[in-house]
Structures are given as structure tokens and as C-alpha cells.
């Protein structure tokens, strides 16, 4: 069972330009959080997903962030028009069940190291 | 897989009370971290600390490590009903994954 998957996993953008990160969670999740990692700093949640749904979106900024878990295929983490304070490493963790229920664990994927010049 | 195990898994204490939660994990690591989740929101980065730090501390909380035991404790002094929500530790190992324990849920009762 392959863990969780997170491509690219190096990202460099000029500004302005879109970056688009995709996660495949564990098979059978279909919880599915993002976080992004400033440098010398923990992992501070943007978003959570299930299938189709946006449950909690409370850490994400309100302009140029998007997310989506469709159906069929990969969360993707949407940044339109990047500027240099984007600059970060996006971590995806995906649950079999939410994880404040009991004997729920989530797995973090490797990252998407995103560098805006 | 390297994982942080939390313990206990569940703990009710009185308002105004000290709670303190346990984590054990089983590799080297380079970071662990401590999260809270309300049921239904995502989890909330409390604190991290590192591999040659022994104690933390922010606000109302206090971490510790002892990296040759392979643990660390979360406490939580003068508990509020707000508090009450699971509770996760993540270690990162040096391979950089990362994975959360299945979490102590906290309910402090007024």
C-alpha cells in the first residue's frame, strides 16, 4: 500500500504565475488535509477535504487559494498568481476517518517544496 | 512505519485541573509536534519542539522530550471546557515523513 503521494515534489514558479499540487491519499482515505510548512516552523492546517466536499477551509487565504478532492483522482491545492510569500512546503495527510474520531491515524505525504523567484 | 502512539487514549478532568498527555514514538526523529483537533475541524498546530530541546512551553502549555526514552508529555495547566478536543503528537524522522499517533481525546467537564 503506497502512502500518500504528493507531486511535484519540487515546484519553482516566477510570479505570478499557478501552481497546482496534487495529493493521492492512502488507498481507502478519503480524508484528506492540507498544510503548509513555513521554513524553522510547524505545520499550520489550510484546509480539509472529504470526496466532492470542502469541510473546513478556515486556514486558507480567502484570494488566489483553491482546493478540491473530485471523485476521481487527486486533491489538488490551487495557488493562482503566486507571489514569493507562497514560497513554502505544502504537506497532504490523508485519514481512513476524521481524525478526532477514535483509533483514526492520518499519514503525511513527502511534500511539495514550492519556490516562487 | 514510524509512528507516535498517544496515552491515554481518553481522559475526562474538572475544569481548572492539570491535564497531561503521553507520546511515544520509535525512531530517531529530528522534530515532534503536538496538534489539537475539535471534532469535525482540522488540526491545529499547539507546539513543536526539537530533538535537542528537553522542554517547551507556550501559554497554558508545556512539552517535554527525553529522546532516550523516546517520549515526550503535553500538559495542559487550568484546563477550560475549550480544551476539551483529541490531541496528536507527529514526529518527523529523518526520512522527513511525518505521522500523527491516533491521538488522546481530552474532555474537560465543567
Known amino acids: 500500500n503506497a502512502g500518500v503521494m504528493q507531486n511535484p515534489r519540487h515546484l519553482v514558479r516566477r510570479r505570478g504565475q499557478e501552481a497546482r499540487l496534487r495529493c493521492s491519499p492512502m488507498?481507502?482515505?478519503?480524508?484528506v488535509y492540507w498544510y503548509r510548512q513555513l521554513p524553522e516552523e510547524g505545520l499550520k492546517f489550510m484546509v480539509y477535504l472529504q470526496k466532492e466536499n470542502i469541510i473546513d477551509e478556515s486556514g486558507m487565504p480567502k484570494e488566489r487559494f483553491s482546493a478540491e478532492f473530485p471523485k476521481e483522482g487527486p486533491s489538488i491545492l490551487r495557488i493562482q498568481q503566486v507571489v514569493r510569500g507562497d514560497s513554502a512546503a505544502y504537506f497532504c495527510?490523508?485519514?481512513?476517518?476524521?481524525?478526532?474520531?477514535?483509533?483514526?491515524?492520518?499519514?503525511f505525504g513527502q511534500g511539495t517544496r514550492l519556490t516562487v523567484v | 512505519s514510524q509512528q507516535g502512539e498517544e496515552d491515554p487514549q481518553a481522559l475526562s478532568i474538572q475544569e481548572g485541573e492539570n491535564a497531561t498527555m503521553n507520546c511515544s514514538y520509535k525512531t530517531s526523529i529530528n522534530n515532534l509536534q503536538w496538534y489539537r483537533q475539535n471534532s469535525g475541524r482540522g488540526l491545529v498546530h499547539l507546539i513543536l519542539i526539537r530533538s535537542n530541546e528537553r522542554e517547551k512551553h507556550s501559554g497554558r502549555l508545556r512539552v517535554t522530550l527525553d529522546t532516550s526514552k523516546k517520549s515526550s508529555s503535553l500538559l495542559i495547566t487550568a484546563s477550560r471546557a475549550a480544551d476539551t478536543a483529541s490531541y496528536f503528537c507527529a514526529t518527523d524522522a529523518r526520512d522527513d515523513k511525518i505521522i500523527f499517533g491516533k491521538g488522546t481525546r481530552l474532555h474537560i467537564l465543567p
Open positions: 488507498k481507502g482515505h478519503s480524508h
Open positions: 495527510a490523508s485519514s481512513r476517518m476524521e481524525l478526532a474520531k477514535a483509533g483514526t491515524e492520518a499519514f
